[in-house]
C-alpha cells in the first residue's frame, strides 16, 4: 500500500502566472481535500473531491480550482498567482463521504509554493 | 462557523516534566476533535481523537464540552515529542478539519 504523494516538491513561480500542483491518494481513497499552509500557521481547507466531484469548499477565490480523476488523482490549480499563495500546499486522502462518520485522512509531503 | 485557538505557539520544557498544549474550539454542535503531529521533516500525522478515547505514545486528551477544550497532555515528557501539534475539529456540517495554528513543543534534555 503506498501513502499520498505530491509533484513538484518545490516550485518557484512569478505573480500573474498560473501553476498546477498534483496529488496521488492512497490506495483505496476516494476522497482528496487541499490544505494551504502559510509560514506560521496551520493548515487551511481549501477544497475537497469525492468520486471526481468537488463536495465542499473553504474560503478560497475561484482562482483555485481542481480536479480529481478516476483513478482517484487529483490536481490543483491556481490562476494569477499572489505573492500571498506563497505556502505549503498540503493534500490528504481517505476513504469515505462528505459527511460522517469521519475516516482518517493521510497527508502527503506538501508542495512548497514561492511567489516571486 | 468553527474555530480552534491554540494559544501558545511554542512550549518549552525538559524532560520529565509534565505537558499541556491547550486547544479551544468553537462549534454549535457536536464536534469530533483531533491532535495531529507533525515531527522534523515528516508528514503531518493524526496523534488521537475524541472518540477513541486512548492514550497514545503517553499523550491524552479529553474533550471538555463545557469549556470547549481540548487540551493535550502527557505526564512525563520524552525529547522525541519535540514536535508540531495541531489540534483540529470535524463539525458535522462540513466535509472537512479546521485547524489550530499549531503549538511548537521543544522538550530539552
Known amino acids: 500500500e503506498t501513502g499520498v504523494t505530491q509533484s513538484p516538491t518545490h516550485l518557484i513561480k512569478t505573480r500573474g502566472q498560473q501553476v498546477t500542483l498534483r496529488c496521488s491518494s492512497q490506495s483505496g481513497h476516494n476522497t482528496v481535500s487541499w490544505y494551504q499552509q502559510a509560514l506560521g500557521q496551520g493548515p487551511q481547507f481549501i477544497f475537497q473531491y469525492y468520486r471526481e466531484e468537488e463536495n465542499g469548499r473553504g474560503n478560497f477565490p475561484p482562482r483555485f480550482s481542481g480536479l480529481q480523476f478516476p483513478n482517484y488523482s487529483s490536481e490543483l490549480n491556481v490562476n494569477a498567482l499572489e505573492l500571498d499563495d506563497s505556502a505549503l500546499y498540503l493534500c490528504?486522502?481517505?476513504?469515505?463521504?462528505?459527511?460522517?462518520?469521519?475516516?482518517?485522512?493521510?497527508f502527503g509531503p506538501g508542495t512548497r509554493l514561492t511567489v516571486l | 462557523a468553527q474555530r480552534v485557538t491554540q494559544p501558545e505557539k511554542l512550549l518549552s520544557v525538559f524532560k520529565g516534566a509534565p505537558v499541556e498544549l491547550k486547544c479551544n474550539y468553537s462549534y454549535s454542535g457536536s464536534p469530533e476533535l483531533f491532535w495531529y503531529v507533525q515531527y522534523s521533516r515528516q508528514r503531518l500525522q493524526l496523534l488521537l481523537r475524541?472518540?477513541s478515547r486512548e492514550s497514545i505514545k503517553g499523550f491524552t486528551a479529553d474533550l471538555n464540552k463545557g469549556e470547549t477544550s481540548f487540551h493535550l497532555k502527557k505526564p512525563f515528557a520524552q525529547e522525541e515529542d519535540s514536535a508540531m501539534y495541531y489540534c483540529?475539529?470535524?463539525?458535522?456540517?462540513?466535509?472537512?478539519?479546521?485547524f489550530g495554528k499549531g503549538t511548537m513543543l521543544l522538550v530539552s534534555p
Open positions: 483540529a475539529l470535524w463539525g458535522s456540517g462540513y466535509s472537512t478539519l479546521t
Open positions: 475524541h472518540i
Open positions: 490528504a486522502s481517505r476513504q469515505g463521504t462528505s459527511g460522517r462518520p469521519y475516516n482518517e485522512q493521510f
